[in-house]
Protein backbone atom coordinates (compact mmCIF):
# COMPACT_ATOMS: atom_id res chain seq x y z
CA UNK A 1 0.00 0.00 0.00
CA UNK A 2 1.33 3.30 -0.83
CA UNK A 3 -0.43 6.81 0.44
CA UNK A 4 0.98 10.11 -0.73
CA UNK A 5 0.79 13.76 1.19
CA UNK A 6 -2.42 13.75 2.65
CA UNK A 7 -2.94 17.51 1.90
CA UNK A 8 -5.01 17.54 -1.85
CA UNK A 9 -3.32 14.13 -3.53
CA UNK A 10 -3.94 10.90 -5.08
CA UNK A 11 -3.31 7.65 -3.46
CA UNK A 12 -0.52 5.95 -5.89
CA UNK A 13 -0.53 2.06 -5.48
CA UNK A 14 -2.60 -0.80 -3.15
CA UNK A 15 -6.15 0.05 -1.59
CA UNK A 16 -5.92 3.57 -1.79
CA UNK A 17 -4.68 4.28 -6.02
CA UNK A 18 -6.88 6.40 -6.79
CA UNK A 19 -7.76 7.95 -3.35
CA UNK A 20 -8.11 11.75 -3.45
CA UNK A 21 -7.29 12.75 0.56
CA UNK A 22 -8.25 16.09 1.82
CA UNK A 23 -8.09 17.66 5.20
CA UNK A 24 -6.73 14.67 6.36
CA UNK A 25 -4.79 14.73 9.71
CA UNK A 26 -3.94 10.76 10.03
CA UNK A 27 -3.00 8.11 7.96
CA UNK A 28 -3.01 4.47 9.04
CA UNK A 29 -1.57 1.62 7.09
CA UNK A 30 -1.72 -2.42 6.51
CA UNK A 31 -0.33 -5.21 8.20
CA UNK A 32 2.15 -5.06 5.26
CA UNK A 33 4.39 -2.29 4.15
CA UNK A 34 3.03 0.71 3.73
CA UNK A 35 4.39 4.19 3.02
CA UNK A 36 2.62 6.66 4.43
CA UNK A 37 3.89 10.59 3.78
CA UNK A 38 2.15 13.53 5.70
CA UNK A 39 2.29 17.30 4.71
CA UNK A 40 2.73 20.66 6.53
CA UNK A 41 0.23 20.55 9.32
CA UNK A 42 0.88 18.18 12.52
CA UNK A 43 -0.20 14.28 11.09
CA UNK A 44 -0.01 11.08 12.78
CA UNK A 45 1.11 8.19 10.65
CA UNK A 46 0.27 4.91 11.78
CA UNK A 47 2.18 2.02 9.86
CA UNK A 48 0.91 -1.20 12.02
CA UNK A 49 3.09 -4.26 11.04
CA UNK A 50 5.30 -4.42 8.04
CA UNK A 51 8.23 -2.81 7.07
CA UNK A 52 6.82 0.64 6.51
CA UNK A 53 8.61 3.81 5.61
CA UNK A 54 6.50 7.21 7.46
CA UNK A 55 7.88 10.70 6.67
CA UNK A 56 5.56 13.43 8.18
CA UNK A 57 6.56 16.23 6.77
CA UNK A 58 6.24 20.08 7.96
CA UNK A 59 4.44 20.27 11.51
CA UNK A 60 4.46 18.37 14.99
CA UNK A 61 4.05 15.12 13.70
CA UNK A 62 3.16 11.52 15.20
CA UNK A 63 5.20 8.19 13.56
CA UNK A 64 3.72 5.09 14.77
CA UNK A 65 5.60 2.37 12.80
CA UNK A 66 4.41 -0.82 14.93
CA UNK A 67 6.42 -3.86 14.10
CA UNK A 68 8.82 -4.77 11.71
CA UNK A 69 11.88 -2.19 10.60
CA UNK A 70 10.44 1.30 9.98
CA UNK A 71 11.76 4.25 8.60
CA UNK A 72 10.79 6.77 10.69
CA UNK A 73 11.47 10.50 9.01
CA UNK A 74 9.44 13.67 10.96
CA UNK A 75 10.94 16.41 8.61
CA UNK A 76 10.66 19.97 9.45
CA UNK A 77 8.99 20.30 13.39
CA UNK A 78 9.11 18.67 16.64
CA UNK A 79 8.54 14.90 15.77
CA UNK A 80 7.76 11.60 17.77
CA UNK A 81 8.19 8.45 17.68
CA UNK A 82 5.58 6.44 19.38
CA UNK A 83 5.41 2.78 20.69
CA UNK A 84 2.69 3.20 23.33
CA UNK A 85 0.64 0.08 21.43
CA UNK A 86 3.77 -1.74 21.51
CA UNK A 87 2.87 -5.52 23.51
CA UNK A 88 6.28 -5.67 25.27
CA UNK A 89 8.67 -2.89 26.55
CA UNK A 90 10.86 -1.35 23.62
CA UNK A 91 14.36 -0.10 23.74
CA UNK A 92 14.52 3.13 21.24
CA UNK A 93 17.75 4.86 20.73
CA UNK A 94 17.62 7.98 18.47
CA UNK A 95 21.08 8.12 18.11
CA UNK A 96 22.12 4.75 18.27
CA UNK A 97 18.95 2.40 16.83
CA UNK A 98 21.27 -0.30 16.31
CA UNK A 99 20.53 -0.94 19.77
CA UNK A 100 16.85 -1.09 19.48
CA UNK A 101 14.48 -3.70 20.23
CA UNK A 102 11.04 -4.79 20.46
CA UNK A 103 8.43 -2.92 17.89
CA UNK A 104 11.17 -0.58 17.86
CA UNK A 105 14.09 -3.04 16.19
CA UNK A 106 15.46 -2.02 12.58
CA UNK A 107 13.28 1.17 12.97
CA UNK A 108 15.87 4.07 11.79
CA UNK A 109 15.51 7.85 12.38
CA UNK A 110 15.51 11.15 10.71
CA UNK A 111 14.82 14.53 12.40
CA UNK A 112 12.86 12.85 14.89
CA UNK A 113 12.87 14.69 18.41
CA UNK A 114 11.01 12.75 20.57
CA UNK A 115 10.39 9.09 21.89
CA UNK A 116 6.99 7.62 23.33
CA UNK A 117 7.30 4.34 25.21
CA UNK A 118 4.69 1.55 26.49
CA UNK A 119 2.81 0.39 29.05
CA UNK A 120 5.83 -1.89 30.16
CA UNK A 121 9.57 -1.59 31.06
CA UNK A 122 11.52 0.68 28.43
CA UNK A 123 14.68 2.16 28.03
CA UNK A 124 14.63 5.52 26.20
CA UNK A 125 18.05 7.28 24.47
CA UNK A 126 17.65 10.44 22.86
CA UNK A 127 20.43 12.40 20.97
CA UNK A 128 22.75 15.51 21.03
CA UNK A 129 19.46 18.00 20.08
CA UNK A 130 17.02 18.91 22.55
CA UNK A 131 14.38 15.97 23.03
CA UNK A 132 11.22 14.79 24.79
CA UNK A 133 11.40 11.56 26.37
CA UNK A 134 8.28 9.93 27.76
CA UNK A 135 8.01 6.39 29.82
CA UNK A 136 4.50 6.24 30.45
CA UNK A 137 3.81 2.73 32.88
CA UNK A 138 6.55 0.24 33.81
CA UNK A 139 9.93 0.56 35.16
CA UNK A 140 11.52 2.58 32.57
CA UNK A 141 14.79 4.00 32.24
CA UNK A 142 15.45 7.50 30.84
CA UNK A 143 18.90 9.32 28.89
CA UNK A 144 18.38 12.51 27.46
CA UNK A 145 21.74 12.38 26.10
CA UNK A 146 22.94 15.55 25.04
CA UNK A 147 20.89 19.04 24.81
CA UNK A 148 18.41 20.70 26.95
CA UNK A 149 15.94 17.35 27.75
CA UNK A 150 12.51 16.78 29.35
CA UNK A 151 12.55 13.33 30.99
CA UNK A 152 8.67 12.14 32.03
CA UNK A 153 8.95 8.52 33.87
CA UNK A 154 5.17 7.83 33.89
CA UNK A 155 4.27 5.20 36.40
CA UNK A 156 6.55 3.19 37.84
CA UNK A 157 10.08 2.94 39.37
CA UNK A 158 12.05 4.97 36.50
CA UNK A 159 15.85 5.47 36.63
CA UNK A 160 16.70 9.12 34.92
CA UNK A 161 20.63 7.85 33.58
CA UNK A 162 22.99 10.87 32.84
CA UNK A 163 25.66 9.57 31.53
CA UNK A 164 28.33 12.75 30.73
CA UNK A 165 28.59 16.33 32.02
CA UNK A 166 27.42 16.84 28.57
CA UNK A 167 24.03 15.45 29.16
CA UNK A 168 22.93 17.88 31.31
CA UNK A 169 25.00 21.12 31.53
CA UNK A 170 25.52 24.07 34.21
CA UNK A 171 23.59 26.08 31.42
CA UNK A 172 21.26 23.73 29.51
CA UNK A 173 20.16 21.69 31.87
CA UNK A 174 17.66 18.47 31.58
CA UNK A 175 14.34 18.56 33.25
CA UNK A 176 12.34 15.61 34.97
CA UNK A 177 9.11 16.35 34.94
CA UNK A 178 7.26 13.80 37.79
CA UNK A 179 10.32 12.87 39.82
CA UNK A 180 8.54 10.46 42.76
CA UNK A 181 10.20 9.16 45.40
CA UNK A 182 7.07 7.20 46.45
CA UNK A 183 7.61 5.06 43.27
CA UNK A 184 10.80 4.67 43.57
CA UNK A 185 12.54 6.46 40.52
CA UNK A 186 16.24 7.16 40.35
CA UNK A 187 18.67 9.78 39.22
CA UNK A 188 21.93 7.52 38.02
CA UNK A 189 24.94 9.98 38.06
CA UNK A 190 27.72 7.25 38.09
CA UNK A 191 28.54 8.04 34.61
CA UNK A 192 29.70 11.50 35.81
CA UNK A 193 30.93 10.87 39.13
CA UNK A 194 32.44 7.38 38.46
CA UNK A 195 30.94 5.51 41.10
CA UNK A 196 32.48 7.87 43.87
CA UNK A 197 30.05 10.39 44.44
CA UNK A 198 29.27 12.24 47.22
CA UNK A 199 25.31 13.70 48.10
CA UNK A 200 26.55 16.50 50.41
CA UNK A 201 22.16 17.75 50.62
CA UNK A 202 22.34 21.82 50.71
CA UNK A 203 25.65 22.28 52.02
CA UNK A 204 27.85 24.36 49.86
CA UNK A 205 30.75 22.37 47.77
CA UNK A 206 34.12 21.69 49.65
CA UNK A 207 36.48 21.58 46.29
CA UNK A 208 35.89 17.40 46.05
CA UNK A 209 35.06 15.82 42.92
CA UNK A 210 32.08 14.14 42.54
CA UNK A 211 30.44 16.24 45.31
CA UNK A 212 26.15 16.25 44.58
CA UNK A 213 24.10 18.78 46.11
CA UNK A 214 20.68 20.60 45.84
CA UNK A 215 18.88 23.46 46.20
CA UNK A 216 15.35 23.36 46.97
CA UNK A 217 13.05 25.88 45.76
CA UNK A 218 8.89 26.39 46.73
CA UNK A 219 8.09 24.53 43.06
CA UNK A 220 11.22 22.92 41.95
CA UNK A 221 14.41 21.24 42.81
CA UNK A 222 17.98 21.58 41.38
CA UNK A 223 20.49 19.38 41.24
CA UNK A 224 24.09 20.36 41.10
CA UNK A 225 27.08 18.10 40.03
CA UNK A 226 30.54 19.16 40.72
CA UNK A 227 32.70 16.66 38.52
CA UNK A 228 36.14 18.28 39.14
CA UNK A 229 36.39 18.92 42.42
CA UNK A 230 37.02 22.74 41.57
CA UNK A 231 33.88 23.83 43.88
CA UNK A 232 31.54 24.76 40.99
CA UNK A 233 28.40 23.12 39.15
CA UNK A 234 29.96 21.37 36.13
CA UNK A 235 26.09 19.90 35.51
CA UNK A 236 22.82 20.62 36.43
CA UNK A 237 19.56 18.64 36.61
CA UNK A 238 16.23 20.28 37.24
CA UNK A 239 13.06 18.64 38.85
CA UNK A 240 9.80 20.64 37.89
CA UNK A 241 8.25 19.00 41.52
CA UNK A 242 9.56 20.33 44.90
CA UNK A 243 11.14 17.20 46.40
CA UNK A 244 13.53 16.95 49.40
CA UNK A 245 15.98 14.20 47.92
CA UNK A 246 18.13 12.17 49.80
CA UNK A 247 21.18 10.49 48.91
CA UNK A 248 19.11 6.96 48.66
CA UNK A 249 17.22 8.68 45.29
CA UNK A 250 20.66 8.50 43.84
CA UNK A 251 23.13 6.38 42.09
CA UNK A 252 26.72 7.74 42.59
Known sequence: MVVPTVCPRTGTGGDAAGDTLTGIEW??????????????GANRLSGLAGTDTLDGGDGNDQLIGGAGAD????????DTALYDNASVGVTANLANPSANTGDAAGDTYSSIENLVGSAFADTLTGDSGSNYLQGWNGDDVLNGGGGADILN???????????????STAKAPDRINDFSQSQGDKIDLSGITHGSGTFIGTEDFTHHAGEVRIV????????????????TAD??????????????????
Open 27 to 40: LRGSAFSDSLTGDG
Open 71 to 78: VLTGGAGF
Open 153 to 167: GGLGADTFVFSSIAD
Open 216 to 231: EGTTQTAVYIDANGDG
Open 235 to 252: AQIRLFTAVALTASDFTL
